[in-house]
C-alpha cells in the first residue's frame, strides 16, 4: 500500500480550480488573438484595401455600364444586331414551337426567347462585352496607376554636391580636397 502523500486524490476543488485556470488561460488567448486581429485592421494598408476594393467594383460596375449602353449599340449598329442577342444554337429540343435550327440561322430574336423554347445556345455576344470590359477596365486601371507614379511616386532628388573643381590653369576636374592640380601641377585658389 502506498502512502496518502504518494496518491494524489481528486476533490471538487481541485477540478473546479483545473477548469477555472483552463477558462482563464483560453480566454487570455482569445483576447490576445482577438487584439491582434484588432490591431491588424487598425494598419493602414488593410483600410487602404478595402477602400480599393470597393472603389473597383463601383468602377467596374461604371465600365460596365459605359460598354453595355454606349459602346456596344454603336457595335450593334455596324453589325445590325444588339451584341447581348449573338449567339449560335448547340442544340435544339425535341418540343420546340418555334422551329429551331442550330447555328446562326435560327428563328429566335433574343437569348430568352431560345432558352424558353428549350434551344441550348452559344452566348458569344455576351463574351464579346466582357472581353471589351476587361480591357476598358484594364485600361482605365493602367492610366489611373500611371497618373499616380508620375504625381504622387516622383521623389526630387537634390541636386549632389560637386566632387570635382576646376584648374584655372589646364580647365581639367580635379578633386575637391586637391591643393594642386594632378595635370599640370599648379596650385588651386583656397591652398595656402
Not at 483600410?47 to 468602377?59: K, R, S, T
Not at 465600365?63 to 454606349?70: G, I, R, W
Not at 434551344?119 to 466582357?130: D, K, L, P, S, V
Request: proline share 4%; glycine share 8%; charged share 15%.
Amino acid at each position: 500500500m502506498s502512502s496518502n502523500s504518494d496518491v494524489t486524490r481528486a476533490t471538487p476543488d481541485s477540478g473546479a480550480s483545473r477548469l477555472k485556470n483552463g477558462v482563464s488561460k483560453g480566454l487570455k488567448a482569445t483576447m490576445g488573438v482577438g487584439e491582434a486581429f484588432i490591431a491588424f485592421l487598425n494598419r493602414g494598408n488593410v483600410v487602404d484595401l478595402a477602400v480599393g476594393i470597393v472603389v473597383g467594383a463601383a468602377f467596374t460596375a461604371i465600365v460596365t455600364s459605359f460598354v453595355n449602353d454606349l459602346i456596344t449599340p454603336v457595335i450593334g449598329l455596324a453589325a445590325q444586331k444588339n451584341m447581348g442577342n449573338l449567339f449560335l444554337v448547340i442544340s435544339c429540343n425535341s418540343t420546340s414551337k418555334l422551329g429551331c435550327k442550330t447555328g446562326g440561322d435560327h428563328p429566335y430574336a433574343t437569348i430568352l426567347q431560345a432558352t424558353t423554347d428549350g434551344a441550348a445556345t452559344w452566348n458569344y455576344g455576351n463574351f464579346i462585352q466582357a472581353i471589351i470590359n476587361f480591357i476598358l477596365v484594364a485600361l482605365a486601371m493602367f492610366f489611373v496607376v500611371q497618373v499616380y507614379s508620375n504625381s504622387f511616386l516622383k521623389k526630387t532628388k537634390a541636386p549632389e554636391a560637386p566632387t570635382t573643381k576646376t584648374c584655372g590653369q589646364c580647365a581639367e576636374d580635379v578633386p575637391l580636397k586637391a591643393l594642386k592640380c594632378k595635370w599640370c601641377l599648379s596650385e588651386l585658389p583656397g591652398s595656402s
